[in-house]
C-alpha cells in the first residue's frame, strides 16, 4: 500500500515489483499476490490493462489514519481519557499540527454558547478531566511510541507480515503452521 499511495495513481505489479527490487530481493508473483489480496479486500480497485491490471488507492493514507485512530477511540470505554492519553504521547510537532487542524475544523463550526459549554467547574466534566488525567499520567508511564509511526494495512505490499520476512514454515509469531 506504501508504493501505491506514494505514487498516487494507478500502477501495475510490474512498477511496484521493480521499486521493491531496489530494496532487496521479490517474486513477481509475491507482489500480485498482495495487490490481488489487497483488492479482494477493498484496499485497492483495479482496471484491466492489456493482459495486465493497474492497481489505484480507494482511499488515501490519511483517510485510513483518521479510520484506525477512530476505530480505537471507539473501542474505549472512557474516551476522553484515551483522548488524553494519546496527547500525551505525541511530540510538539504533532500537538502543533493537531492545533491547527482543530483551527481548521473550527472554521467551518458556529461558535458555541459559553454558558451551554460543559466542563465549567465542578459537574460532569470535571471528573472526566479527572479520570482523563489519570489515564495521561499512566500513558507517560507506559513509556514513548515511536513518532510518526503508523500501523501498516494488512498485506502491505512486499513488506513483513505479507508472508515476507519469516522463516518458512512458520507464522508471524515464529511457530511453525
Known sequence: MTR????????????VLEDLQKERS?????????????HQKGWVRREAEGRAYRYEAVSTRAAYAAALMNEAWSAS????AALVAFFGMMSPEQRQALRDAVRMVQ?????????DTEGSEGGEGSEVREEAAGQGERAEQ?????????????????????GEGREPGTNAGGKGR
Not at 26 to 38: E, H, P, Q, R
Open 142 to 162: 507506559a513509556g514513548p511510541v515511536e513518532e510518526g509511526r503508523t500501523p501498516a494495512p494488512p498485506e502491505a505490499a512486499g513488506e513483513p507480515g505479507a
Open 26 to 38: 521479490i517474486a513477481y508473483t509475491t507482489v500480485m499476490t498482495v495487490l490481488d489480496n489487497l
Open 107 to 115: 472554521v467551518d463550526e458556529p461558535a458555541e454558547d459559553p454558558e
Open 77 to 80: 470505554d472512557n474516551p476522553a
Open 4 to 15: 501505491v499511495w506514494e505514487w498516487n495513481r494507478p500502477v501495475t505489479v510490474r512498477e
